[in-house]
């Protein structure tokens, strides 16, 4: 059996389709039901659902062999995988966003909150700025709004949740979007079922 974990959500059933697509169905996943585990015998393969933010741990843990993560959380958590394929969907931007009219005061260190400590410390490395990072798990956006920080690094899609709590992008950081990452010794042992569905997904991607 491939062992596949895929995002929960309508990412994972957008990604599920294009699985399917190249060849690796498995039905019974979209019956709605609250099972996590779903398995096709004569197809070989075995699907999971995941919350987005483990799948890179079940795939560099082995408990998958494949998966799909978002590029946010592959720069993040730095997890030792296999990146195969950019699925060219769950697109957004890793973004620094303040309230209107926000100044940099060079001279003080600049608090910034963020569920993406390590992309925004690299971020502002890059770029030679002192920060203080406020590390928080959601709600990100209201963070300046009550004085807590200075501005945020979230991920911005449609910019509907900035625009409601009177925020802009300042800087863009980094393109995101879902990847296809597999399990290094996996890889080895499923070389031709995992590349048989790469190639299959890469000339869906191409031809979207
Ligand atoms: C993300 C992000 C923003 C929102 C941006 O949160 O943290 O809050 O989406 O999307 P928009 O630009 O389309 O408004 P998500 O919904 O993933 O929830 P989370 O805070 O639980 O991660």
Redesign the pocket.
């Known amino acids: 059996m491939l062992n596949i974990a895929l995002p929960k959500g309508r990412l994972g059933e957008k990604v599920y389709a294009m699985f399917a697509k190249a060849g690796f169905e498995c039905p019974a996943l979209m019956e709605n039901s609250r099972k996590l585990i779903f398995d096709n015998e004569e197809a070989g393969v075995r699907y999971f659902w995941v919350k987005?933010?483990d799948v890179a741990i079940y795939v560099e843990r082995g408990a998958a062999d494949i998966g799909v993560a978002g590029k946010d959380i592959l720069l993040e958590y730095r997890p030792d995988v296999y990146e195969l394929l950019d699925l060219n969907v769950g697109k957004?931007r890793m973004a620094v966003a303040a309230p209107a009219g926000f100044q940099d005061d060079m001279n003080r260190t600049l608090r910034v909150a963020t569920?993406f400590s390590r992309i925004a410390r690299d971020y502002y490395t890059s770029v030679g700025r002192d920060i203080d990072i406020i590390h928080l798990?959601?709600?990100?956006?209201i963070a300046p709004i009550l004085g807590l920080s200075d501005v945020i690094v979230?991920?911005?899609?449609?910019?509907?949740?900035?625009?409601?709590n009177n925020l802009s992008v300042i800087e863009e950081i980094v393109p995101i979007s879902a990847r296809l990452i597999a399990n290094k010794s996996g890889f080895k042992f499923r070389t031709e079922q995992i590349e048989r569905l790469t190639e299959g997904l890469r000339k869906e991607v191409q031809e979207a």
């Open positions: 987005p933010s957004c569920k798990n959601g709600s990100i956006e979230d991920i911005v899609e449609t910019g509907t949740t900035l625009r409601e």
